[in-house]
């Protein structure tokens, strides 16, 4: 008897457990692409939270950086039936027999942070990537804004070269001071999105410029490389954020540390929550049928001093980055 | 300067010679030093500090290469021991921190020297095993983010001055001094450049091939340890993706512009550390020169290439008949 009545009483439980997920609960399978940087970690991590806020049931899966094992992923999904697939593509090419998977069995494929190929627009429903272009528009109408009228030498802390980041957050940045005459970048070099090299460069800045006098700002393409250009300037003598203003793009936890110091002006954020934008893109998708538009862009926000620096650092360092 | 160094050294000197006039050239204030908060400051000194993690790469990669063999590990022994120090550096002294941080490089030397010298992989095999798999480790200690630490004693390494000079630069030099005390000062590197030279023979003739090998890969992966320490040192952090990426080849081709044969059987190491001395000049004349990063690789490889040329016995041989014939005509 016992056994049956416990066993009975599981099942009722059981039942009420699955009942609210199969009337309303999204499952989406997620491909990320793996841990292949801080930054990627801290996307993982939002990504988690944002589902359990709207109580999704994210399935996520490490490709260990190689396309086969996203693609097997993404098989496996498709085998499991879920409601959408997520897919952070390592590379842009080489998904389109794949994708015709998903789309033949109706579910919708979203990507995050990384665009794919053009001739595979119409196998996923949108891409939610930031606009890196914007990111130094940001950065660059930012130290416009703070210089006023004044006189400025920028040196520029350049992404890996050839990297399509590096090249868009310099366009960007090349752009919104265009319109300034009295802003000038005086050197530019790849810091190779390192800390090391970000401090190599910035020594070999400082030497060329007279031990650093007629640097007024520095502009980095990722916040790594201005962390290492802080210790530089320090090591010269110099006072980064007062000296010699700084603005870098990613907002990652360390950046904000040495604001709270007075050592870093701003930083534009790349936001690794790129699944709430997503999520909210495939749940009216899913409920009223709305097409969300191809690309979905997400905020560029820019941060100061004036934010609180230290709450910031203490909310991101949890995330892994 | 002359009197230390063996007549082959000529090349080097002036091809040091020659990028550090152009140095000059495209930077004028290259020559200039300060003192900057009790220490000194200026290109020279960064050249030098620069160059110390490379340097002390090729301490060890020098004489690997003189046994016939190479190490590509090296820049992941790096990464590994910056992962080790950074983690236990808040929490541990200095003497620990060292000790665990060469500890790991002395297990990856042991494993590289049993694979090469006890089972008889091809080197380049073998050590491309920890090539690859050292970074993971890294990455794993680190889990994937950059762990800083702000432990003063461990900063001191990396940031820190001796006399004026980088502590980096001052650890260098010893480094350099003991190696050579160690194997210039006994027979060892005679019986390393046998090794390298004929390792049969050697053996017949009573050397102690197997030993020589595993020795001089322990070496080279606790040179790499250092090495690694003291870039995570310098920017307060160990970031397992990027320390040490690629810098076993800079070390390789310190050692090559050296003057050390990669077949083995002959090495020096103050040509190979002035190998490494050649390859910052050249990298920090570049970051100064403030030409756009997109030539920076192909002035590199220009560089290189006069350099290996300047050292080719058969061009020198054809620039000798060309100035025969030029006397001759005259």
Known sequence: ?321 | MTALLPRRGLAQVLALIVILAVDRIVSPQFFDLRLQDGRLFGSLIDVLNRGTPVALLTLGMVLVIATRGIDLSVGAVMAISGAIAAGLADSHGLPIVLAAALGAGLVCGLWNGFLVAVLGMQPIVATLILMVAGRGIAQLITEGRIVTFSSPDLVWLGNGSVLGLPVPVVIALGMLILTAAVVRGSALGLLIEATGGNARASELAGVGTRAMILSVYVWCSVCAALAGVIAAADIMGADANNAGLWLELDAILAVVIGGTSLFGGRFSLVLAVLGALIIQTMNTGILLSGYPPEFNLLVKAVVVLAVLLLQSPKLSGLAGIAMRLRRTKA
């Open chain 1, 1 to 321: 008897m016992t056994p049956k009545v416990l066993l009975a009483a599981s099942a009722a439980a059981a039942l009420l457990l699955a009942l609210p997920a199969s009337a309303a609960q999204l499952t989406i399978g997620f491909s990320q692409i793996g841990s292949e940087s801080g930054w990627r970690a801290a996307e993982t991590s939002v990504s988690k939270q944002e589902a359990a806020k709207r109580k999704v049931n994210l399935k996520i899966a490490d490709a260990q950086q190689k396309q086969e094992n996203q693609i097997k992923a993404i098989r496996s999904f498709i085998a499991q039936n879920v409601d959408a697939i997520f897919l952070a593509p390592v590379v842009s090419t080489g998904w389109d027999s794949v994708l015709k998977e998903a789309k033949e069995a109706k579910i919708p494929v979203v990507l995050l942070d990384r665009d794919i190929d053009p001739s595979g627009k119409d196998l996923y429903l949108t891409a939610v990537t930031s606009d890196s272009v914007h990111e130094g528009a940001v950065a660059g109408d930012w130290l416009a804004k703070t210089v006023g009228t004044k006189a400025c030498n920028i040196v520029e802390l350049q992404g890996t070269v050839g990297a399509s980041v590096a090249a868009n957050r310099k366009k960007g940045f090349d752009t919104a001071i265009a319109k300034h005459a009295n802003l000038k970048v005086l050197r530019s070099q790849t810091g190779d999105f390192t800390r090391a090299k970000g401090k190599e460069v910035m020594e070999s800045f400082i030497k060329a410029e007279g031990g650093g006098k007629s640097i007024c700002a520095v502009y980095a393409h990722n916040d790594d490389m201005m962390v290492g250009a802080i210790q530089a300037m320090k090591e010269a003598g110099l006072k980064p954020g007062k000296d010699i203003l700084t603005v870098s793009i990613d907002a990652v936890p360390d950046i904000f540390k040495a604001m709270a110091a007075g050592e870093a002006n701003a930083t534009v954020e790349l936001t690794p929550n790129m699944a709430g934008p997503a999520l909210d893109a495939i749940a009216a998708f899913k409920e009223k049928g709305t097409v969300p538009p191809k690309w979905i862009q997400t905020e560029s926000k820019l941060y100061t001093a004036a934010d609180d620096p230290q709450k910031i650092y203490d909310s991101k360092k949890g995330l892994g980055y």
